[in-house]
């Protein structure tokens, strides 16, 4: 209530980031490739927390750690994870993008491994884990779902096709297959992933993969109930998932023992 109260136009910022989470009573947010925060008590001070030398001129996700002390954004081909400390940045940790070919606009690929080495296809939902231990990316158009180190920035395929194969497959790892996904959240206990994905012919779904044995399994089928979505989330007791999309949702009722879907 209080943060729809104080919300209001007069913080230009607010009007034109790609992209936003909250945390405690903080809302971080981007301008370009600059990153700042407000609290839900005075959104009309926007504080710059730093900038990542990039050559995109925006991001796609971005994901903060409960304790503050990490910020992940995604823009085409990289993540940068950012390292802060009571507020003060440190350091970032640049996954994706190396040496002649540090242009994220243009150095896309397909491989894992150290930071330097792996190449993303537009990786675009991030979510970062609960214990700060690790990184799930949605790896659009290589159809594929990885993980990376946080502390190494070494990165794992944990499902999807190695080659970038499409499709609809619900399997362990490697035998998955994905079309499109596109955002993701995780659990409180860091034991599964959500995925939100575009789906074959637009058939949009929900899917869900167990972080300890990457076995892939439908959710729900989205497609005839729920317009292109702009961001999915958990609630703090992993009974509810929300579907952020530019229309007003209609929540489903219910209970199950799934999360619900809002």
């Known amino acids: 209530k209080e943060l729809l109260k104080q919300l209001n136009p007069t913080n230009d910022i607010l009007l034109i980031t790609s992209c936003i989470d909250f945390k405690n009573d903080y809302l971080f947010y981007n301008i370009g490739t600059s990153i700042y925060y407000s609290s839900i008590y005075d959104l009309n001070v926007s504080t710059l927390l730093f900038t990542i030398n990039s050559n995109f001129g925006s991001f796609h996700s971005l994901t903060v750690s409960n ?34 070919f540090n242009d994220p606009t243009i150095n896309s690929g397909n491989i894992n491994g150290n930071p ?70 995780i659990t409180s206990d860091d034991n599964f992933a959500y995925i939100y994905e575009y789906g074959v012919s637009m058939a949009i779904k929900i899917r869900k993969i167990n972080l300890k044995n990457n076995q892939v399994s439908l959710l729900k ?16 007791n992993d009974k509810e998932l929300a579907i952020i999309n530019a229309l007003a949702p209609s929540p489903l009722t219910g209970q199950i023992e799934e999360p619900r879907i809002n």
């Open 67 to 100: 304790d503050l002390s990490i910020i992940a954004v995604s823009c085409p081909n990289a993540v940068y994870i950012n390292y802060l400390n009571n507020f003060v940045y440190n350091n970032t940790l640049t996954v994706g993008l190396s040496g002649e």
């Open 116 to 185: 330097n080495d792996a190449r993303f296809n537009m990786p675009y939902g991030i979510a970062l884990s609960n214990n700060n231990e690790f990184i799930i990316v949605c790896d659009m158009q290589n159809n594929s779902i990885k993980k990376i180190d946080v502390n190494t920035g070494f990165v794992t395929l944990i499902a999807g096709s190695t080659g970038g194969t499409s499709g609809f497959v619900n399997d362990i790892g490697t035998d998955a297959r994905f079309t499109l996904p596109l955002k993701v959240c």
């Open 221 to 236: 089928d989205l497609s005839s109930i729920i317009p292109i979505s702009l961001n999915i989330a958990l609630s703090p």
